[in-house]
């Protein structure tokens, strides 16, 4: 069962334009959400977080938006740059425990293209 | 700057042999985990650790082991190595801290082909 959601495998956008990623879970534990980019050949990139208690983070052109109640989080990006193709993954925890080390759950990521 | 290793990028290995896979971070990070990564399965978790010493099984520990001697090294064992094993390793840690909430840092991965 699949706790982490991404159901575009891929996403073509054109450059200048937004970029808007979606995801979606089911595991009401979850309150800490990440997004990662993926080059071929590469290891996953932190790009951006936000905890529950927000709904909003902005860090540059990356914003994630989460919407707890439709359990949905989505990454915008604007404006959409030729480096900006990659695979994207979104990622949930259920937060540190206080014992163990902390978990997380990947969707199967999107695929972004950026169009010139 | 954050900084995980991995021993190999690409790694060629015959049915059956023993594999060692191996990652290295400097950041002083309690927790470490192993990932593979195939297409349209994403991320999944095999093994991690919290502790020297200390593991637990991931998702998918089934054909690997792990050993973790030293609080920066872990490593991921294949015993015997199939075919179906042929895939990216991703190593990542992070630290036990609540104010980072997990957030993990990945090395480059590896590459692995069973023949």
């Known amino acids: 069962d699949q706790q982490v959601k991404q159901n575009s495998p891929s996403l073509s956008v054109q450059e200048g334009r937004i970029s808007i990623l979606n995801c979606d879970y089911t595991?009401?534990?979850?309150?800490?959400f990440l997004w990662y980019k993926k080059y071929p050949a590469e290891g996953p990139t932190f790009l951006i977080s936000?905890?529950?208690?927000?709904d909003k983070n902005e860090d540059g052109r990356f914003t994630v938006f989460l919407n707890k109640s439709a359990k949905h989080l989505s990454l915008h990006i604007v404006p959409s740059q030729p480096g900006d193709s990659a695979v994207y993954f979104c990622?949930?925890?259920?937060?540190?425990?206080?014992?163990?080390?902390?978990?997380?759950?990947f969707g199967k990521g999107t695929h972004l293209i950026i169009q010139p | 700057d954050v900084k995980v290793t991995q021993s190999s990028r690409y790694l060629v290995k015959r049915t059956g042999e023993k594999v060692f896979l191996e990652c290295v971070q400097d950041?002083?990070?309690?927790?470490m985990f192993w990932y593979r990564q195939d297409p349209g399965l994403g991320l999944r978790l095999i093994y991690f650790?919290?502790?020297?010493?200390?593991?637990e099984k991931g998702d998918i520990p089934e054909g690997y082991s792990v050993s973790r001697e030293k609080k920066e090294r872990f490593s991921l064992i294949l015993e015997s190595a199939s075919t179906n094993q042929t895939s990216m390793y991703l190593c990542?840690?992070?630290?036990?801290?609540?104010?980072?909430?997990?957030?993990?840092?990945f090395g480059p991965g590896t590459r692995l082909t069973v023949l």
């Open positions: 936000i905890s529950s208690i927000k």
């Open positions: 950041m002083d990070h309690e927790n």
């Open positions: 990542a840690s992070s630290q036990r801290t609540r104010s980072s909430m997990g957030t993990q840092y």
């Open positions: 595991n009401s534990m979850f309150d800490y």
């Open positions: 990622a949930a925890s259920a937060g540190y425990s206080g014992g163990g080390a902390d978990g997380l759950t």
């Open positions: 650790s919290y502790d020297v010493k200390m593991k």
